[in-house]
């Protein structure tokens, strides 16, 4: 049972570091931000949440950073939450909405669930559409990416 080990004890299990070893190998031991394979790297959880283990988070979620870029993603990462506590709910919902947006770029198959109106304001703006278009395409309170880039291609297409 592993109640009560510290974070820091937990990288040194075996799970971790056979995880951390599939990260570095899929990134080909070379940084995913600059691309160098000259400095330490490092394996950056993209976000964290309470009761996962470090080897329980999905592939998408862990990166290979050189210790320059790990740095570099960890203080933008606190200036985001900072900023975060500074904005209300609604422009919350607007920016979750726009990160769903960027997420669905990338992996198109992942399914959003859109809970509401700002949400949708946020993802329209990400993909160059409105609110109200993203509503209309919704199956389900739910779209996918390659919904959305059907959508922006028609939206966009020349007369």
């Known amino acids: 049972m592993m109640k009560n080990i510290s ?3 937990l990288l040194k299990h075996p799970q971790w570091q056979k995880k951390r070893l599939e990260v570095l190998q899929h990134a080909d031991f070379e940084c995913e931000y600059c691309g160098t394979n000259k400095k330490t790297l490092h394996v950056h959880h993209a976000y964290y ?6 080897w329980e988070y999905p592939e998408q979620s862990l990166h ?3 210790e320059d870029c790990h740095k570099n993603a960890q203080d933008r990462k606190q200036l985001l939450e900072r900023q975060l506590g500074r904005i209300d ?6 920016l979750l909405g726009f990160a769903m947006g960027l997420e669905v770029q990338n992996y198109p198959m992942v399914v959003l669930d859109v809970f509401s109106y700002e949400v949708a304001v946020g993802i329209g ?3 160059g559409l409105t609110a109200e278009e ?3 395409a919704l199956e389900e309170k739910t779209i996918d990416g390659w919904k959305l880039d059907e959508l922006a291609k028609m939206k966009h297409k020349p007369s």
């Open 134 to 136: 993203v509503i209309d």
């Open 49 to 54: 949440e309470k009761g996962l283990k470090p």
């Open 125 to 127: 703006r990400c993909w």
């Open 7 to 9: 974070y820091y004890e």
């Open 89 to 94: 709910l609604a422009d919350m919902d607007t």
């Open 64 to 66: 290979c950073l050189c």
